[in-house]
């Protein structure tokens, strides 16, 4: 039945076509209502900033998100370049659920099962996260739904064409996304076990290759406009070593979090678990209804499985604990292949009821989209650039910045260098690649050199003092410089109405600790209530709990410093500081030390 329906479907009508673009434009019309109007956190400032320089972010330095998104904002010419990238991600989005809507029709599931496929997936809390921000995960999505469904019709037809072409899209996808190879690889082991005479077939099989090459040829973009020097060059990927630094993303690998075999139980485990929240657990027992009758009915179910396996095992290889733990945006290939079998089993199940219930299974997606609409409108967000504009205004005239951590630099990046904030600031990126910043070479009587966050450097005559929410550096023994202070609130910190993920809530919690950092010496109740507000802003950053133990310590407070050291542990036990800095765990026995050697000399 499978295979007949695909063809019969190779000519989809105007109704069908139709069908699909009013899905589409239904999805995106929620996604456009709340996108962000300006910068995000995390990657989005660089990324957005790489778009239109036509820069190169990091690594993967995703060529194809930055020339499709420079060819989007020229042709979208109103609103800020932010917000034209975040409709660019809801477009992207909004077609990837078209894509799996005409994807289950040519599988033969009704009109109904496919739209509830598709609107499970739009409305997937981790999906619709990344649909109306600027970042690369919708255009990922997209992309590995197209190649699935190229597979899927190879797989009923067995046509030479739709092999090559699944091959071609994956190698293109890529070019956005290293994952489309991992996909390229899971669709040749499914093809090999379904059809093994394709390895005797060397014509197809330098067709399929040749088509991924072509697909790949957007890397082209990386060492080409690398020797233009633009503003953002991250790697310098001139030399093949550094285009394959940037491409391989070789500098990245040693944050994994795995240390051991035993460590793929608790991965496994929570993203297992991410399956319920994602599409609810109805949904993931209509995906398991689908891979249940899939092969009895002729679907194609071992792909998408395929597909599953090899997301959560490269993940599991190589991913950080935030990327494991925290952001399950890295899992959405493995929900839209959920979403797709989820569909297959609404398919099953519509089948056996009455015509009149159709409507039934939309309950589950309508569900998301009530209760999810809160959380991912992020029409009023302005954190990001609001603390961005607090920094540069506190700038003198023709300072340096000396910018880090990826959550302060890149709203910096996009505001400097897209919006044209503060022309006369000399931004110095940190981290941007192997050659990270140059010497600085200046005289701290006559320059104003500051840093987003202290260098922990030591040089004789030099100190590095907190004034606000940078750290200046002075002459040593000279009078301590004012600190130039917020002049407003954090714009939306107390708005219960706009959404504050994980990296929003560091980012706020950064304001309020820089802001304990300054007042430290000056006014400490003053710098205890910003402490206290930090901490409840990100109850789950182990950085945060870590250098506030360090900052009660050098004050005495070995109590609260053990505190906060006991919080990043139990948050992060493999909590790894920056630099060479002891762990969270070796700071505790450093305190024990001293409140044990204090309780034998009676002391407090």
Known sequence: ??????????????????????LAAGVFAVYAWGSCRTIYV??????????????????????LYVLLGKLWTVLLPFGSVAWRMSLFSAACAAAACAVLFRLLRRAGARTSAAAFAALLFAFGPSFWGEANIQRVYALNALFVLLALGAAWRWHATREDRSFVLTFFLCGLGATNHTF??????????????????????????????????VGLLPYAYLPLRSLADPALDWGNPETLA????????????????????????PIARDWLASFGRELTWPGVLLALVGVGAGRRLGWPVGLPLLILLANVAVLALHGSRSDLFLWHRYYIPSYAMAAVL????????????????????FALPLWLLVTGFASFDRSRYQVAEAFSSEVLRALPPGATL?????????????????????????????????????PLHFDPDRDAVFFTHHPNWEFPGLDVVPV????????????????????????????????????????????????????????WARAQAELEAAARAAPANDVLFYNMGLLYARNGMLERARDAFLRAQAINPRHLPSGTRPRASDRLAEIDAELARRRAQGGD
């Open 342 to 361: 989820a569909g297959l089993g609404c398919e099953v199940l519509l089948r056996r009821l009455p015509r009149a219930a159709a409507a039934l299974p």
């Open 1 to 22: 039945m499978y295979t007949a329906r695909v063809r019969a479907e190779a000519e989809p009508s105007h109704r069908e076509i139709g069908l699909a673009l009013a």
């Open 242 to 265: 550094s285009f394959l630094d940037v491409v391989l993303r070789r500098d990245f690998w040693q944050r994994a979090w795995i240390e051991g075999p035993a460590d793929l139980v």
């Open 42 to 63: 995390g990657d989005s400032g660089e990324l957005v900033t790489a778009v239109h320089l036509l820069g190169i972010p990091h690594p993967t330095g995703y060529p």
């Open 402 to 438: 000396s910018a880090s951590d990826d959550n302060v630099l890149f709203s910096l990046l996009y505001l400097h260098f897209v919006e044209g904030r503060r022309p006369d600031v000399d931004l110095v990126l940190q981290g941007v690649g192997k050659a990270d910043i140059a």
């Open 468 to 523: 606000g929410l940078v750290f200046r550096v002075v002459r040593s023994g000279r009078p301590a410089p004012e600190p130039v202070l917020p002049a407003l609130p954090l714009a939306g910190e107390d708005d219960p109405r706009v959404p504050k993920d994980d990296l929003t809530q560091n980012l706020i919690a950064q304001f309020h600790y820089m802001l304990g950092v300054t007042f430290e010496r000056r006014d």
């Open 180 to 213: 489309l190879g991992v996909q390229a690889l899971a669709f040749a082991l499914f093809a090999v076990a379904v059809e093994p005479r394709v390895l005797r077939r060397p014509g197809l099989l330098a067709a399929a290759f040749a088509a991924t090459l």
